[in-house]
């Protein structure tokens, strides 16, 4: 069962009085349909969970003592309420320590922060809470160790790319900071399937090419493939970053084909098909690497696969439009959609297609949504991936 739009529920703690006092007042101002309980301590939160309290969301200072921590009272909500999300606070020199070794954190904020980047956690919360995910799902999703986080230098970059007002020659000074993350931008801007004559060099004109919205996924997929290297087995993982990056191109190629006019429509369906990658990896490194294989059981919520599920809820979580996150939800179930939006029949189209060319000679396929595969003239070019957008 969904959530009813009951009052919302989050536990604050934080050891500074004068820091608490500045989050309550700012919370109190400008949530109104929230229930927040504040504490100065771990041991404070600790009983307040034992004796029944059951948060939405839990956001904790690092609270570096003798007596407990921030990572250990994460760890006790993960045990008695683990369908709470978990972030954790800390000053922005201990992040990259934090990122290395917590484990129960769905997501780590720096202090200080500003109003806005607190707010926009709730409302991301609000989203997972209200939205398309069940109590079970979130609970379920909520007991996985090792969810990937989105680190902090990272958010940064993303904060501009989300700002309209970022000069493009200031992102392109950020993202030069990272090889990795250059490397990955050109050599996608300069993919055949871009269908570009002219090769570009310069990360201004790669900007400008690509887009925004379609950096922020490549941003996003690179720090997230990272994080699994040395978890899944290497040949799997390589397998699944080509496919993400083959229905990336497939997704968009078809919005462009089909809807020429709208190149916002083309960026969100190639950021919906490279961020789809999240669940698979985030359920196969559960596994032992010998048993590591992908399927589509949906234990966490009828109808819906799991690793789409987790795909969805990650990017939720993490501020993506929703548009995107439920194209990503439902890219193998849109049977479970009343009215298909656009974004959503592309990405599972594309996903169709895909399997179509990779399929094996008399190999039996699963069938499309009939009704979204009306709504396009799809090629036997196209199918097969002889077609280019030009």
């Not at 696969?305 to 987790?310: K, N, V």
Request: proline share 4%; charged share 15%; net charge negative.
């Amino acid at each position: 069962m969904l959530e009813s739009q009951s009052d919302l529920r989050a536990l604050i703690i934080d050891p500074d009085p004068a820091y608490l006092a500045a989050i309550r007042r700012l919370l109190t101002r400008s949530l109104i349909n929230w229930h927040c309980v504040y504490c100065e301590d771990a041991a404070e939160a600790t009983e307040l969970l034992q004796k029944g309290f059951n948060p939405h969301l839990v956001v904790s200072d690092c609270l570096d003592s003798d007596i407990a921590n921030g990572e250990d009272l994460l760890n006790f909500t993960q045990e008695i309420a683990p369908a709470a999300v978990r972030v954790l606070m800390s000053a922005e020199n201990s992040v990259n320590v934090l990122l290395a070794t917590t484990q129960v954190a769905h997501m780590v904020i720096g202090k200080p922060f500003n109003d806005a980047q607190l707010l926009a956690v709730f409302g991301r919360v609000q989203r997972l809470v209200f939205g398309p995910f069940t109590a079970h799902s979130r609970y379920q999703i909520g007991l996985i160790q090792n969810l990937p986080v989105a680190k902090n230098n990272y958010q940064s970059i993303m904060a501009m790319l989300n700002d309209p007002e970022t000069p493009t020659k200031v992102l392109a000074q950020a993202l030069t900071r990272d090889a990795t993350i250059t490397a990955k931008l050109l050599q996608i801007a300069n993919s055949d399937y871009l269908g570009f004559s002219r090769q570009v060099l310069d990360l201004n004109d790669v900007i400008v090419r690509l887009g925004r919205e379609m950096i922020k996924a490549i941003l996003m997929s690179v720090q997230m493939h990272s994080q699994f290297e040395g978890r899944i087995n290497p040949v799997l993982h390589q397998q699944l970053l080509n496919q993400s990056f083959s229905l990336a191109m497939l997704a968009n190629q078809l919005a462009k084909t089909q809807f020429k006019l709208d190149t916002q429509l083309a960026e969100k369906a190639f950021m919906a098909g490279l961020l789809q990658v999240l669940g698979p990896l985030v359920l196969l490194s559960t596994m032992a690497p010998e048993e590591q294989a992908l399927t589509n059981e949906d234990m966490f919520q009828d109808g819906i696969a799991d690793h789409c599920l987790i795909s969805a809820y990650l990017m939720t979580l993490w501020g993506f439009d929703e548009d995107v996150c439920q194209a990503v939800l439902y890219r193998l179930n849109l049977a479970e959609v009343n009215s298909p939006t656009l974004l959503q029949t592309i990405l599972h189209l594309a996903t169709y297609v895909l399997i179509y060319q990779q399929a094996k000679p008399n190999e039996e396929l699963p069938p499309p949504c009939w009704a979204a595969l009306e709504k396009f003239n799809l090629t036997e070019a196209f199918l097969s991936g002889k077609e280019v957008a030009q």
